[in-house]
């Protein structure tokens, strides 16, 4: 049975699993799931249509499920998804999807996310993710498994983050950040590439050399990005290794409409 403190409140129409436990003044209200081994820490509130996975942490003070800050929002019946093994820091604000977008505003599993970090309406973010403190998402921001965003970066509505990205602290991104680059300012440039964050996930030696040579070809060449884009097949060919990662470059930059940050 899950264990709930005296001076929370949860409505009858909230679905709780077996073992979730809600601290002191916490409010869960109807249309709220909630997996197994959760914790929802004091003071949260957790509304709408959201559904939290099993085995996620969310500390004191975090608001999950409001309505989104649109000002086109009509009170239709969208959605928030977060999965298993969060990890969510106080202060947090999370936000339902809109009506206008996919109607979900999304996070995946085993993310670290830390205090003040604001996932607007329709962003969908991946798996194995860490935002530092007060990180911020407009609306419709999409985020790939295993980026790392620098505290207080700040990200434009409709935005891409690539897989393994990272951003320095205080980034403001306007554009769109490809797979594998470390970018930091404001206006925010290139530095690199992940080199320690690709090794500590155990690429090997021939897929770190292709990335390398995807970013020498993307940032450091002089060509133009439609230049650089038509030379991925020849990395592909020399390194077949890494044929997935230059693909995963190759889609994300023809998926690009707000171009890249170089």
């Known amino acids: 049975m899950a264990t709930i403190h005296p001076t929370a409140i949860v409505n009858p129409g909230a679905e709780l699993g077996e073992s979730v436990s809600v ?6 209200r ?10 929802i820490g004091p003071h949260c509130v957790i509304e ?3 559904t939290i996975g099993r085995d996620n942490k969310v500390f004191q003070f975090c608001s999950l499920g409001a309505a989104p800050q649109d000002k086109k929002y009509a009170g239709e019946p969208t959605e928030l998804h ?3 093994r969060n990890t969510i820091r106080e202060f947090c604000t999370f936000n339902l999807g ?3 977008d996919a109607g979900v505003t999304r996070l995946g599993d085993d993310n670290w996310v830390m205090a003040y970090v604001h ?7 991946g798996s194995k993710t860490i935002f530092a403190n007060n990180a911020a998402l407009a609306g419709h921001v999409h985020v790939g498994d295993w980026v790392i965003l ?3 970066t700040s990200v434009h509505q409709f935005a891409r983050i690539g897989a393994h990205a990272m951003t320095g602290m205080g980034t403001v991104l306007t554009q769109d950040v490809p797979p594998f680059a470390t970018v930091a300012g404001n206006p925010p440039q290139a530095r690199g590439f992940n080199l320690e964050g690709l090794k500590r996930r155990g690429f090997s030696p021939e897929r770190v050399a292709a990335v390398k040579q995807m970013h020498r070809l993307i940032f450091r060449s002089g060509l133009t990005l439609d230049a650089a884009r038509a030379g991925l097949g020849e990395i592909a060919e020399k390194l077949p290794e890494a044929k997935a990662d230059v693909d995963t470059m190759a889609a994300f930059l023809a998926q690009s409409t707000r171009g890249i940050v170089r």
């Open 150 to 152: 620098g505290g207080y």
């Open 82 to 84: 977060i999965g298993d």
């Open 23 to 28: 601290d002191a003044y916490a409010i869960v």
């Open 48 to 50: 709408g249509r959201t």
């Open 119 to 125: 996932l607007a309406h329709d962003c969908q973010v």
């Open 98 to 100: 809109t009506a206008q």
């Open 30 to 39: 109807a249309g709220v799931r909630i997996g197994e081994g959760t914790r």
